[in-house]
């Protein structure tokens, strides 16, 4: 059996360095400076984001360096470590939604969508990226290049955004209208705000309600694995990861038809009635009991179900009961898989091994169809686990699954 691969983050100095060689060699002058974004893992709250739930990512230690020039003019050269010799070109002038394609919609994107909401003064620029975000593992690798951009744009042109938690819902918004009207990827901002809100040590809780103002939708809480002598193991299973083939939009409808039915403008809604209620089985019953279909109250069980494991899982880290916050994990797993319908073999293999190799909980992360499960494990039991995971893939005929070890990491900054 083979050893399975860990990957390890960039340190600060060798993204600087990487990303300023790859910008000189492409376009043979220095960047103005560099800054990084994080991938992220979400622990918990999976699918709630656009039902207006609740949500608990960390950002990852893991991150995309940009290192950037602005230009005169409205043209954008875009380049990335993996493939070091393809430069991307487009034009910001009289660029429509969906005008870009390939990888480089992402950056270009966050330029049009700046512009898109007033900021003329935004223009061209060069770009270089160099990242350790496993591409296509439901880490985000997408949010922490649009993060980036909206970060290194908002500096080289002074708007005066990215310096305070308020300021940077702007660019976060920037960063989110590139995925969805210019790459076409659905994102419902989890993401981003844990790009660019996440602090270290802690968890963000996010709170997708569209009544709360940006200051009012996030609120830090401790996440700090030493003090209870645990890690984060994160596998990327590298099961072909696909969103864009309509099945996110299809749950995402499902639910929007739901709420249409049930008299309530979200899910949300219904899940914080159900929680009120003094007997909330029987409340629950009623509600899915008012559904036409098998499918819609799966989807609404798990929404429901979900939004409320969130708020427990928080309770019992914060008291240090982490075992009943890994059956939370499991419990999350479960409904992604029964109820939600999201999950594909190598995600419930890696969690089942994880599960019966000493892990308190484990769940898979992201949105499904492949990517990533995370698991709560003892200090140092990390690579254990994980080669355990690779064997069983191994004997399945899976592709080799990657680790890493997460931990609470800071959000996007200035890196020289």
Known sequence: MSAVEFIEPLTHEEGVSQ??????????????????????????GEHTDYNAGLCLPIALPHRTFIALK??????????????????????????????????????????????????DKVKGFDAAF???????????????????????????YGLGYGDSDAGRVTLINAAIKSENEMAGASTGGLD????????????????????????????????????YNLELLVVDTQAPHQLNDGQYAQRRATCE?????????NLRVTADGISKADDQFQALKETLDALPDETMKKRVRHVVTEIERVRSFVR???????KAAGRLFNASHDSLAADYEVTVPELDIA??????????????????????????VDKGRSQEVAQKIADEFEKQGFHAPRALAAYAAPSASREA
């Open 70 to 119: 602005p230009r005169e003019d409205t043209k954008v050269r875009v380049v990335s470590g993996v493939a070091p010799d393809k430069v991307a070109e487009a034009d910001l002038d009289g660029l429509k939604a969906r005008g870009v394609d390939g990888w480089s919609a992402y950056p270009t994107g966050v330029a049009w969508a700046l512009r898109q909401a007033g900021f």
């Open 351 to 376: 969690v089942d091994v994880a599960r019966k190799n000493g892990a308190y909980g484990a769940r898979m992360t992201g949105g499904g169809f492949g990517g990533s499960i995370i698991a709560l």
């Open 257 to 265: 038809e739901a709420a249409k039915i049930l008299g309530v403008a």
């Open 130 to 156: 160099v990242s350790c975000v496993p591409l296509g593992s439901g880490l985000s690798s997408s949010a922490a290049m649009t993060c980036s951009t909206a970060l290194a744009l908002d500096d080289v």
């Open 316 to 322: 019992a880290f914060a008291q240090g009961d982490i």
């Open 19 to 44: 990303a300023t060689k790859l910008f000189v060699d492409t376009y043979g002058a220095a960047p103005e400076g560099v800054w990084a974004a994080p991938g992220r893992v979400n622990l918990i």
């Open 192 to 227: 981003q705000n844990a790009s660019m809100r996440c602090t270290e040590g802690h968890a963000l809780l996010l709170d997708c309600r569209p009544e709360l103002t940006p200051l009012e939708n996030v609120s830090q809480q401790e996440f700090g694995l030493d003090k």
